[in-house]
C-alpha cells in the first residue's frame, strides 16, 4: 500500500537494525502505551510479535518506508492484540522523523484500511496521557478521546472513531 509519501509494506526480520535503533530511543519507547523497552532484544521480541501478529490474524502493523529515500521511518497500522480492547490503529516513527506529517499520513491509510477491508465499525487508539504528538495524531484521523481504563498496568487514554453510515 502507498500514501502520497510512503510506501507501507509488511514488516520483515530485515527491519531489526532500523526497528531495533528506533526503539532504542527512550522518548520513542517510552511514549508506546503498551511498554516495549529499549534494549536489541526488546525490539526482536516487539518486532516478532507484529510479524507474528499478521500471520494469526491476517493484518498489522507496516513498515513505513519513505518514498524519496527509501528509509524505515517507523511502523503503524490495524492492530488486535489477545486483551486489546478493540481494533485498534497504533505508530511509531523514529525520532528524526517525528513532525513531518507521516505518523498522520500512516494512521490515516490504517483508518481507511480498517473501515474498508477489515469491515470494522469502530476504531480505537490506546495513548498514554502525556504523549501530546499522539494525542494530536489521533484528533488529526478524527478520533476522539472516549474515556480512560487500565491496560497491561498502565493507566491509558482510548480515542476512536466510528465508521460513517453510507
Known amino acids: 500500500m502507498e500514501t502520497e509519501r510512503l ?9 531489526f537494525d532500523a526497528y531495533a535503533a528506533m526503539l532504542a530511543d527512550p522518548d520513542v519507547s517510552g511514549g508506546l502505551a503498551e511498554s516495549v523497552g529499549t534494549s ?3 525490539a526482536w521480541r ?3 510479535t507484529f510479524i507474528g501478529h499478521r500471520e494469526i490474524l ?4 507496516w513498515a513505513l518506508v519513505e518514498k524519496s529515500s527509501g528509509r524505515f521511518v517507523g511502523r503503524a497500522g490495524p492492530w488486535q492484540p489477545y ?3 478493540g481494533l485498534g490503529v497504533g505508530w511509531c516513527l523514529a525520532r528524526e522523523h517525528w513532525g513531518k506529517g507521516y505518523a498522520t499520513e500512516a494512521a490515516r491509510a490504517a483508518l481507511r484500511y480498517c473501515f474498508t477491508e477489515l ?7 490506546l495513548i498514554l496521557p ?5 494525542i494530536s495524531v489521533a484528533e488529526r484521523i478524527g478520533h476522539r478521546h472516549l474515556r480512560d481504563l ?16 453510507s
Open 40 to 42: 536489541p532484544a526488546d
Open 83 to 85: 486483551g486489546f480492547p
Open 46 to 48: 516487539s518486532l516478532a
Open 7 to 15: 510506501i507501507l509494506r509488511p514488516l520483515t526480520g530485515s527491519d
Open 130 to 134: 502525556g504523549n501530546t504528538r499522539s
Open 150 to 165: 487500565d491496560y497491561r498496568g498502565r493507566r491509558v487514554h482510548l480515542y476512536g472513531s466510528s465508521r460513517s453510515p
Open 119 to 125: 469491515g470494522a465499525a469502530q476504531v480505537i487508539s
Open 58 to 61: 491476517g493484518y498489522s502493523h
